[in-house]
Nanobody, 124 residues
């Protein structure tokens, strides 16, 4: 099974940018659809973005569309989430997830493997 480790979180001012990374080990990331989810304190986990195995298909939550970009480098076994124009409401723990079934979408139960998460805090 693949193991996922997120990095790149931190504290940033509103309007700033961060790039999250999701490093995979154990199996080739190219075998998996990759997704990003987030969970703010006291709220349910929500979908952010997803990308197909080859990167040819992506999906985004409406709340991040036009500000966030999901990508992947299968040669490096790493996925990314570029976050621009950050807002305080983007503050959350961000998780990457992987799915072997080919599903590119927001249903979290479709993703089989999850990382531990990285904290993103956006100050106003």
């Amino acid at each position: 099974q693949v193991q996922l480790v997120e990095s790149g979180g931190g504290l940033v001012q509103a309007g700033g940018s961060l790039r999250l990374s999701c490093a995979a080990s154990g199996r080739a990331l190219s075998m998996y659809v990759m997704g990003w989810f987030r969970q703010a304190q006291g709220k349910e986990r929500e979908f952010v973005a997803a990308i197909s195995r080859t990167g040819g298909s992506t999906a985004y939550a409406n709340s991040v569309k036009g500000r966030f970009t999901i990508s992947r480098d299968n040669a490096k076994n790493t996925g990314y989430l570029q976050m621009d124009s950050l807002k305080p409401e983007d503050t959350a723990v961000y998780f990457c997830a992987a799915d072997t079934g080919g599903y590119v979408g927001p249903a979290s139960h479709r993703y089989e493997r999850w990382g531990q998460g990285t904290q993103v805090t956006v100050s106003s």
